[in-house]
C-alpha cells in the first residue's frame, strides 16, 4: 500500500486528478482521524482535514519517498494543520477575552459596593478581635463557625447556659462598636 499511495502522490505531482482522488479514497478516514483527536470539533476537523488535501495536492512534488512514506508524510501535514488549527483558535479566544476586559465598564455602583462591601467586613473583624477571649471563642464557633450552641459547649467545655450568655454578651459588645462604625441608625 505504501507504494501504491507514493506512486498517486507522484501521479498528483503530475497533476492527475484521477489519482488525487484515489488517494483521498484510501487516506481520508486516516488524516480526518488525526486531525480530529487534535482538533476535538468536528466541524473544524472537516475544514482541516480539506486544507490537508489542498496542500497535498499543491506540494506534491516535494514528497521524498527516501524520508518516509507516503501515509506518514500526509499524518505530519495533517498534526501541523491540525496544531495550527487549535492554536489559532485560542489565540482569537484570547484574543476576544482581552477585549472584552479592557471594553467592560464597571458600573460605578458596583465598586463602591464592593469597596464599602470589603471596608465593613474588616469593621466586623476588629469589632469582634476587639471582644474578650471567652465570647470571641463562643461567636465565632457559633456564627463563623456554624456550630450550635450545645456543639459550642461541647467545644469548650462549658455549660451550654454560659455559652449563650457569652453570646448574648458579645453580641451585645458588638452592637455599639458596629452602629458607631457603620454608621447604623
Not at 476537523?45 to 490537508?52: I, K
Not at 527516501?66 to 492554536?87: E, F, N
Not at 476586559?101 to 463602591?112: G, I, M, T
Not at 476588629?126 to 465570647?135: E, H, S, Y
Request: include cysteine; hydrophobic fraction near 45%; charged fraction near 25%.
Amino acid at each position: 500500500m505504501t507504494e501504491d499511495l507514493a506512486a498517486l502522490i507522484a501521479a498528483c505531482a503530475g497533476g492527475d486528478d484521477r489519482a488525487f482522488a484515489d488517494l483521498h479514497d484510501r487516506t481520508v478516514a486516516r488524516v480526518r482521524s488525526r486531525v480530529q483527536w487534535t482538533v476535538r470539533a468536528p466541524e473544524h476537523a472537516a475544514e482541516v482535514t480539506q486544507d490537508v488535501y489542498v496542500e497535498v495536492w499543491r506540494h506534491a512534488a516535494r514528497f521524498d519517498p527516501a524520508r518516509g512514506s507516503a501515509l506518514t508524510w500526509m499524518l505530519t501535514i495533517a498534526h501541523r494543520r491540525a496544531v495550527d488549527r487549535v492554536r489559532s483558535s485560542q489565540a482569537s479566544v484570547q484574543r476576544n477575552d482581552r477585549y472584552a476586559e479592557q471594553a467592560l465598564v464597571r458600573p460605578y455602583d458596583q465598586v463602591s459596593e464592593e469597596v464599602l462591601s470589603a471596608m465593613e467586613g474588616q469593621r466586623v473583624r476588629d469589632a469582634v478581635n476587639g471582644l474578650p477571649l471567652d465570647q470571641r471563642q463562643a461567636l465565632t464557633l457559633a456564627y463563623l463557625d456554624g456550630h450550635s450552641h450545645s456543639q459550642v459547649a461541647d467545644l469548650l467545655h462549658i455549660p451550654i447556659g454560659t455559652v449563650k450568655s457569652r453570646i448574648r454578651r458579645g453580641l451585645q459588645r458588638l452592637k455599639p462598636a458596629l452602629v458607631l462604625d457603620l454608621g447604623v441608625v
